[in-house]
């Protein structure tokens, strides 16, 4: 992946980084108040189911016990024991005979004043039979619940049914139904008849309807169901309460994300990162700024210039990702690429021109070892170039100790590559420099190439020169009367926009053949020397 890629991934992160944790707080705090009311009104569900069963076993249990009575029915006896039950068995509220249908007599009355009983709501599969009746032996309508088994039955209280303290922070209402008749036995509050109409139809165990949450609990051996409701406006506050729980955490979170990947970020963004990733993309271009021999004007090679064009459509100039390159230690990664770049592009040139040359800038940073040596070595070899036809350059600003950098430039010289000193005059000691170390050319730097006129330098330099039996390249010569004067004061080459700009490969190539072809014409049209 790339660094620009990964730039892209982080600040994507980032923005993650930030609102994930927060929303998380919010989804948090959500989600635990949700739970928190649903476990509230499942349990209280839960404990209604547990009381209907209870007091459904206790009725069962008393009926069982009096179908084993041997008294004569309705005399002192039977009375007395019918009493006797309906006091030990805390949810029965009266004991009834029935002949038939035909209440005859109770734990209440000795003679019973009752209708008969309507055919039963429901019917259980062992044979217990329920109704819903609000008639009493006293007289009054009161909705009672009664549990029959062969000529006993047992009066129950509706309400006893749904008697349970909700443990809840938010009121809870609840519902029993009888899943037979579709009739409501007992509530704690009114029930709309389109919700039971829902749980009719959708049979759904929970559902949130008219701003409320249902629970739904059938009890299928009792034939009854019971429904537990809620508001939901409470919900909303404990919401809130959790979400100023919550919060803090995810925003303490964001903000410590943040600033790590910030880091990481402005990491990625560092010149060092940034230039791996040019190269990585292969974002830098060589140009070649051709090199010609003054007297005649020919092409002889050129001088590799590495550039760094950059979204915007400008370029970074050289003078700032070098020095760049070289204090993030990516100067030799750099040097390699320039390298590759230049086989690539004018390997087949150099074949077919095997007098020319393509001159390679190195920093003093290459000169530690020998691994650029041996790959030049190889390219060289593979792509059938001379040796001779790479030139090596070097700032004396990177040979600043001869006793490291000197070793391995006679390296270079001895496996044939040849080795210029570049910006001659703008470091220090040079005279000392070339003493001691083995090159074959020496480049004088532009600034003294623009002040011919004015300051003598450059004719103490090429002197210099002369005594060393180096040759000589005048960088930056832009007009004819500076050309005149290096040729007259025996410099052999020159380069600069007097010739041409730096160049892409393909115009380079064609500028240099139109050279070459031009000169050949020039020789052919001149008159024989007497």
Not at 143 to 170: H, K, Q, W
Not at 417 to 443: A, C, H, M, N, P
Not at 483 to 509: D, I, N, P, T
Request: proline content about 5%; glycine content about 4%.
């Amino acid at each position: 992946m790339t660094n620009r890629r990964l730039r892209s991934l982080v600040t994507a992160i980032l923005i993650l980084a930030v609102l994930l944790p927060i929303a998380l707080s919010i989804w948090f705090a959500r989600s635990h108040a949700n739970e928190q009311f649903n476990d509230e009104l499942e349990t209280y569900t839960a404990s209604a189911r547990a009381r209907v069963e209870m007091v459904i076993e206790q009725a069962r249990e008393a009926l069982l016990v009096l179908n084993t009575l041997q008294t004569t029915p309705c005399s002192p006896e039977h009375l007395l024991a019918l009493r006797r039950l309906a006091y030990t068995h805390r949810y029965v509220q009266e004991v009834i005979w029935m002949d038939g249908l035909s209440p005859r007599c109770s734990s209440l009355e000795s003679s019973s004043r009752q209708q008969p009983f309507p055919p039963p709501d429901a019917v259980t599969e062992k044979g217990f039979r329920a109704w819903y009746t609000s008639r009493t032996d006293l007289d009054m309508s009161y909705e009672m619940v009664a549990i029959g088994l062969d000529r006993y039955a047992v009066i129950i209280d509706p309400l006893t049914f749904i008697d349970v303290v909700p443990f809840s922070s938010n009121p809870i209402n609840l519902a029993l139904i009888g899943t037979t008749s579709n009739h409501i036995i007992a509530s704690t509050s009114t029930l709309s008849p389109d919700i039971w109409q829902t749980v009719r139809e959708e049979h759904s165990i929970s559902f949130t309807r008219h701003g409320n949450r249902y629970e739904i609990l059938p009890l299928l051996n009792a034939k009854l169901m019971i429904v537990a409701w809620a508001s939901l406006a409470p919900l909303e506050k404990a919401w809130r309460d959790q979400l100023l729980l919550w919060m803090p955490f995810g925003i303490v979170i964001s903000l410590l994300a943040a600033a790590f990947i910030l880091r990481l970020l402005g990491r990625l963004q560092s010149p060092r990162y940034r230039l791996i990733d040019a190269l990585n993309n292969r974002d830098l271009t060589i140009n070649y700024q051709p090199v010609v021999e003054l007297k005649s004007g020919r092409a002889i090679g050129a001088e590799a210039l590495v550039r760094w064009p950059q979204p915007d459509g400008t370029w970074l100039s050289p003078d700032v990702f070098i020095p760049m390159a070289e204090q993030t230690g990516t100067i030799n990664q750099l040097s390699a690429y320039v390298i590759e770049r230049v086989f690539e592009e004018m390997s087949d040139w150099l074949r077919q021109h095997p007098d020319k040359h393509i001159a390679i800038n190195l920093a003093a940073q290459d000169l530690s070892s020998t691994v650029l040596l041996e790959r030049l070595t190889r390219l060289c070899a593979g792509a059938g170039v001379a040796t001779r036809q790479i030139v090596i350059e070097m700032t004396e600003r990177s040979v600043v100790d001869p006793d490291i950098t000197g070793p391995i430039l006679t390296r270079y010289r001895q496996a044939g590559f040849r080795v210029s000193i570049d910006d001659f005059g703008t470091g220090y000691s040079s005279l000392s420099y070339l003493q001691e170390l083995e090159v074959d050319i020496l480049k004088i730097d532009k600034s003294f190439v623009m002040a011919l006129e004015r300051k003598q330098v450059t004719s103490h330099i090429i002197e210099i020169a002369r005594t060393l039996k180096l040759e000589m390249v005048a960088e930056g010569v832009e007009n004819p009367q500076q050309e005149a004067w290096l040729c007259r004061h025996g410099v052999q080459y020159g380069q600069g926009w007097h010739y041409s700009k730096a160049l892409s490969a393909q115009a380079f190539m064609r500028w240099a053949e139109e050279n070459l072809a031009s000169r050949e014409d020039e020789t052919l049209l001149a008159p024989p020397h007497a």
